[in-house]
């Protein structure tokens, strides 16, 4: 029975070599493919950091026009309707954020489907690295990502008109003619009264609108 045992294991020893051998290609496979989503995750992080930067800087590009023409209750509701154009696309801001998240951006351009934002494409600068799979060394990760611009407020014109002067009663020259209010913003259920006298309390673009990842 002795040698019949020998045998038995002789013939077990391959066996177990070639189980080994699976299971550690098996092993480095999965390193190769987790390896390869970590530099795609990696590259998505890089994509949607540079699309919020180019959204936000397309919006804070309208602040100084804001405070232009904050008197204009006509220009304040499209602005709040989003028909007012930005003169800062913001792609400039997605290579800066994308180079600084190990990418590079290779397109970004604003929205023309009726919202305000950009789409912004980017290669990851990395290479998903040498693996048991062939060519990964010469693949490089790329992501798009959209953000887009919506308002957190509503607003609404003063319709109060002054009353003209009755017959006969002249208005005094010297008195300096007093600015109506164009209208207030409600924001959040709070509202944000225009006050002609007081431009220093005006709201920035920050606060009458907020920039996020859309879903495409």
Known sequence: MTPRLHGDSGQAAP????AVVGLLFLALMFFAFGQADVRRNETQTAADAAALAAAKESRDGLDE??????????WLGRLIDGTVGSPDTGCSEA??????NGARS?????LTD??????VEVKSEKSVGKSIVEGTEGKYAEAKATAVVEPRCTFTPNEATEEPPADGEDEDPDEEEEKPSPGQFLCNGEKWVIDPTRLDLLPDMADLFDVHLAKD
């Open 114 to 119: 009726g919202r305000w934002g950009a789409t």
């Open 106 to 110: 290779i397109g970004c351009a604003p």
């Open 15 to 18: 066996l177990y070599i070639a």
């Open 95 to 100: 290579s800066r954020f994308a180079a600084e």
């Open 65 to 74: 026009v804001l405070r232009l023409n904050i008197l204009d209750p006509v």
